[in-house]
């Protein structure tokens, strides 16, 4: 018996979701999302506050490491 495996279509991958669509979105970020948003406000000269949701973290991640030149 031969399995068949195959990559999955990039532009329809699930490894990036919007994050006003994920079900934990409006639970508190996580201490890595505040650990890496701190590093992001110290090059950019943004504050960041303390209260935001994981889904407002991941879109101010995004914003700033497109400030920060960091963007992937």
């Given at each position: 018996?031969t399995?068949?495996i ?20 409006d639970?508190p970020m ?9 590093t992001?406000?110290e ?5 960041v506050?303390?209260?935001?949701t ?10 700033l490491?497109?400030a920060?030149d960091?963007?992937?």
């Amino acid at each position: 018996m031969t399995t068949n495996i195959t990559r999955p279509d990039p532009d329809h991958s699930n490894t990036e979701k919007d994050p006003d669509t994920w079900v934990t979105g409006d639970e508190p970020m996580t201490g890595a999302q505040q650990s890496y948003l701190a590093t992001l406000a110290e090059e950019t000269g943004q504050t960041v506050p303390a209260d935001l949701t994981k889904a407002e973290a991941s879109s101010l991640i995004d914003e700033l490491q497109t400030a920060s030149d960091r963007a992937g």
